[in-house]
């Protein structure tokens, strides 16, 4: 499947190594990471060399390629509010995950769009089965 991914850049780049696990274990399952540069640990060199302009449009553009949305959500981010709410208005499915003790937003937990869940995960294996459960979800739709 085409995957968006969703995680903090300017909202604070903490949760980097589990973009990266995330990223990996998408890939190693044969999906397309559309938005892989949330991953990257050089991202905010490279971004800096496009315009505001740019990169919003070229995420906004990956965003309606992507068939679901995978939104890690334990840093707050308005760049990944943004995002989650265009992949509401877009009508795809949202898997929102994050780590035990974090401030997430009740406009994520208490949102009543059908197609979002809310994940809490404590390790990446646990992780793991959450994003695999999601994306096999679709298959069985099929
Ligand atoms: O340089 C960037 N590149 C980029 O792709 N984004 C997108 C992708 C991320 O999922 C999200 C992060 O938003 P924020 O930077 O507000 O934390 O916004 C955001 C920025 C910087 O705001």
Known sequence: MKVFLSG????GRQMLPTYQFICRSL???????????????????????LTETQIYERDMSFLQESECMIA????????VGYEVCSAIKKGIPI???HMPD????????????????????????????????????????N
């Open 8 to 11: 903090s850049i300017r909202g």
């Open 27 to 49: 890939r190693n399952k044969g999906h397309e990471v559309l938005s892989w540069h949330v991953a990257d640990s050089e991202v905010e060199g490279k971004e800096s060399l």
């Open 72 to 79: 890690e959500v334990s840093m707050p981010s308005i760049g």
């Open 95 to 97: 898997m929102c995950v």
């Open 102 to 141: 974090s401030n997430v937003s009740a406009m994520l937990l208490g949102n009543t769009y059908t197609d979002i869940s809310v994940r809490e995960y404590g390790d990446n294996s646990e992780l793991e089965l959450i994003l695999n459960g999601f994306l096999s979800s679709f298959k069985s739709k």
